[in-house]
T-cell receptor
Framework: ETGVTQSPTHLIKTRGQQVTLRCSSQ?????VSWYQQALGQGPQFIFQ???????GRGNFPPRFSGLQFPNYSSELNVNALELDDSALYLC?????????????FGEGSWLTVV | GESVGLHLPTLSVQEGDNSIINCAYS??????FIWYKQESGKGPQFIID?????DKRQGQRVTVLLNKTVKHLSLQIAATQPGDSAVYFC??????????????FGKGTKLSVKP
């Protein structure tokens, strides 16, 4: 167990809808990152939050947005869902934003867009 | 562009044998590398990491080797067990000196352990 919890575990949405995924980081971890993992692929970095501010973003459109709260938990929001958004969404937490801090992943939220 | 890749997509070994999973990276600025194990339906599980100022690091039954000259990373698993069956990913920090959450993953190697 990594102490990183995500919800919901599975959900199905219709194209064009919006979705919010939630993540609680490991105790003491102030940095949260989100990744998208398509079937058969490695995870791809979406963005990172450090102390409630976005601190790095991957190659994802603006309809992917996020929040981090004072308790370091985080949300990933995706608007105008497309079929290709179907994937496993992973949250990862670490005790700091700098390289060398171990990054722990949650079990993910499986999103299916129909 | 910068990328992390794996030499072999699948690896099948006999229980008790040693396993070696390889990974090539292309970003010479990367300074931190991690191996993750991902079982079916689960999130990636941290196995071992190594910084660029080291060439070898050992854990429990696992060893990671880093060859910066040829930009190659390997994971060695001693006495492979059925529970080691999973997809293994190497990941590198993108080396931008800031956001260390920006890991670049390869596509993964599926390890199958035959009893």
């Amino acid at each position: 167990e990594t102490g990183v919890t995500q919800s919901p575990t599975h959900l199905i949405k219709t194209r064009g809808q919006q979705v919010t995924l939630r993540c609680s980081s490991q105790s003491g971890h102030n940095t949260v990152s989100w990744y998208q993992q398509a079937l058969g692929q490695g995870p791809q970095f979406i963005f990172q939050y450090y102390r409630e501010e976005e601190n790095g973003r991957g190659n994802f459109p603006p309809r992917f947005s996020g929040l981090q709260f004072p308790n370091y938990s985080s949300e990933l929001n995706v608007n105008a869902l497309e079929l290709d958004d179907s994937a496993l969404y992973l949250c990862a937490s670490s005790p700091g934003q700098l390289s060398g801090n171990t990054i722990y992943f949650g079990e993910g939220s499986w999103l299916t867009v129909v | 562009g910068e990328s992390v890749g794996l030499h072999l997509p699948t690896l099948s070994v006999q229980e008790g044998d040693n396993s070696i999973i390889n990974c090539a990276y292309s970003n010479s600025a990367s300074d931190y590398f991690i191996w993750y194990k991902q079982e079916s339906g689960k999130g990636p599980q941290f196995i071992i990491d190594i910084r660029s100022n080291m060439d070898k690091r050992q854990g429990q039954r696992v060893t990671v080797l880093l060859n910066k000259t040829v930009k190659h990373l390997s994971l060695q698993i001693a006495a492979t067990q059925p529970g080691d069956s999973a997809v293994y990913f190497c990941a590198e920090n993108n080396g931008d000196g800031g956001s260390q959450g920006n890991l670049i993953f390869g596509k993964g190697t599926k390890l199958s352990v035959k009893p």
